[in-house]
């Protein structure tokens, strides 16, 4: 005898693949409207946490400036003192990947949705505000924001080359 719930699960997990499947090979206007809803929910989730990390990094900010011989400056990540710089580097840089990666979720699930101008400057803001509060925690000289900035270019830059490829290649 068969299982019913066990064929209602399987029909689900098929069904939820194949949404997974859309998402990377597809338009998102082809996608299941609970799936594109879900995924809102979690890239806002992600842009909000990556956002909160960004402004305010683990270890905090220093209260104080010193000179010689623990040198660091008030206002400054205390994870970029002289003794972190990678650990920094590579928080900033992943950090960086996954905000900008669920903002270009976020902007892909609204296109051709009403208020979708006013998301794209309410997202343009929120990733300049994100740029001047990394740019003003970081150490001067310190951290190497041509990777930050290929790693917050990065998500666009791979879905626009997709994007060239899937319509150069169906023509």
Same mark, same amino acid.
């Given at each position: 005898?068969?299982?019913?719930? @066990?064929?209602? $699960?399987?029909?689900?997990?098929?069904? =939820?693949? @194949?949404?997974?499947?859309?998402?990377?090979?597809?338009?998102?206007?082809?996608?299941? /409207? $609970?799936?594109?809803? @879900?995924?809102?929910?979690?890239? &806002?989730?992600?842009? #909000?946490?990556?956002?909160? &990390?960004?402004?305010? /990094?683990?270890?905090?900010?220093?209260?104080? &400036?010193?000179s010689e011989p623990d040198r660091h400056? #008030?206002? =400054?990540?205390?994870?970029?003192?002289?003794?972190?710089?990678? /650990?920094?580097?590579?928080?900033?840089?992943?950090?960086?990947? #996954?905000?900008?990666?669920?903002?270009?979720?976020?902007?892909?699930?609204?296109?051709?949705? =009403?208020?979708?101008?006013?998301?794209?400057?309410?997202?343009?803001?929120?990733? #300049? &505000?994100?740029?001047?509060?990394?740019?003003?925690?970081? /150490?001067? @000289?310190?951290?190497?924001f041509r990777y930050v900035c290929m790693?917050?270019?990065?998500?666009?830059?791979? =879905?626009?080359?997709?994007?060239?490829?899937?319509?150069?290649?169906?023509?």
């Open positions: 005898m068969t299982n019913i719930n @066990n064929l209602d $699960d399987s029909n689900i997990f098929k069904s =939820r693949l @194949n949404c997974i499947k859309q998402w990377f090979f597809q338009d998102s206007k082809e996608l299941d /409207p $609970d799936f594109k809803n @879900n995924m809102l929910v979690v890239a &806002t989730l992600i842009v #909000a946490v990556t956002f909160q &990390t960004g402004i305010n /990094p683990p270890g905090g900010a220093w209260q104080d &400036t010193k400056e #008030a206002g =400054r990540a205390i994870l970029a003192s002289l003794h972190h710089h990678l /650990p920094y580097n590579l928080f900033l840089i992943l950090n960086t990947l #996954a905000f900008s990666m669920s903002t270009q979720i976020i902007l892909m699930l609204v296109y051709h949705r =009403r208020l979708y101008f006013e998301v794209v400057v309410a997202t343009i803001s929120m990733v #300049a &505000t994100y740029g001047t509060a990394i740019w003003s925690l970081s /150490p001067k @000289n310190d951290v190497k790693a917050a270019l990065f998500p666009y830059l791979w =879905r626009l080359s997709y994007q060239t490829f899937k319509t150069f290649i169906m023509n």
